[in-house]
């Protein structure tokens, strides 16, 4: 089945401790993106991947960090979370391009206290 | 600033209603996607219009883009029960990868 696979679905941690939250597509997809969703302000870009070792910022990419070493995973790391990281957050991934259709994950809801 | 502006941001109908929802900006975009969100699951897309005046149908749902690229509506004949849910548009600048989301609208259709 082609998917968009997030993990942890669940994330409660403390202020300043490392966390890494990966993603993993099957559809041979060259885009691929993060996204924070919170109430209000609807989904937010944070980085975005052209193709593989090329990444990019999104709207909101301070305190994130990505890489892109395969096609198939995009993993979103936060070197020193702090509170206002607490968000839902998405994967999502296309062919080529936000001009094809982009497929989401289910979701990762990240709490850092 | 939000790029896309979404209205209305919550709607509750009777089942059978019609309903418009509308997604407008000030920039001109390449192409605009509707999604459709459920709780505790990503967006589905439902749809993309790339040309300016387009209109498509799925089903009981009807998406229009604006003649001048700037906005979108969605329209809903005989709403069901099974429409409620977050309606999201998205729109792709020319010349850039970003795809902008609205704030969207959050649709309960009572039974």
């Known amino acids: 089945e082609a998917q968009v696979t997030q993990n942890p679905r669940y994330l409660i941690t403390v202020t300043g401790k490392k966390l890494t939250v990966t993603c993993s597509q099957n559809?041979?997809?060259?885009?691929m993106s993060w996204y924070r969703q919170d109430p209000g302000l609807g989904l937010r870009q944070i980085y975005y991947?052209?193709?593989?070792?090329?990444?990019d910022k999104g709207d909101v990419p301070e305190g994130y960090k990505v890489s892109r070493k395969e096609k198939r995973n995009f993993p979103l790391i936060l070197e020193s979370p702090s509170p206002n990281q607490t968000s839902l957050y998405f994967c999502?991934?296309?062919?080529?391009?936000?001009?094809?259709?982009?497929?989401f994950g289910n979701g990762t809801r990240l709490t850092v206290t | 600033t939000q790029l896309l502006e979404q209205s209305p941001q919550f709607l509750s109908i009777q089942e059978g209603e019609n309903l418009t929802v509308y997604c407008n900006s000030s920039?001109?975009?390449?192409?605009l996607q509707w999604y459709r969100q459920e709780p505790g699951e990503g967006p589905v897309l439902l749809v993309t219009?790339?040309?300016?005046?387009e209109v498509k149908k799925l089903k009981r749902l009807t998406f229009q883009f604006g003649d001048a690229r700037k906005d979108s509506s969605l329209h809903i004949t005989a709403a069901q029960p099974g429409d409620t849910g977050l309606y999201l548009c998205?729109?792709?600048?020319?010349?850039?990868?970003?795809?902008?989301f609205g704030t969207g609208t959050r649709l309960t259709i009572i039974p």
């Open positions: 999502a991934s296309s062919r080529v391009g936000v001009r094809s259709p982009l497929h």
């Open positions: 219009v790339v040309t300016g005046g």
């Open positions: 998205a729109g792709a600048r020319f010349g850039n990868e970003k795809l902008t």
């Open positions: 991947s052209m193709n593989v070792e090329v990444t």
């Open positions: 920039s001109v975009f390449s192409s």
């Open positions: 559809m041979n997809h060259e885009y």
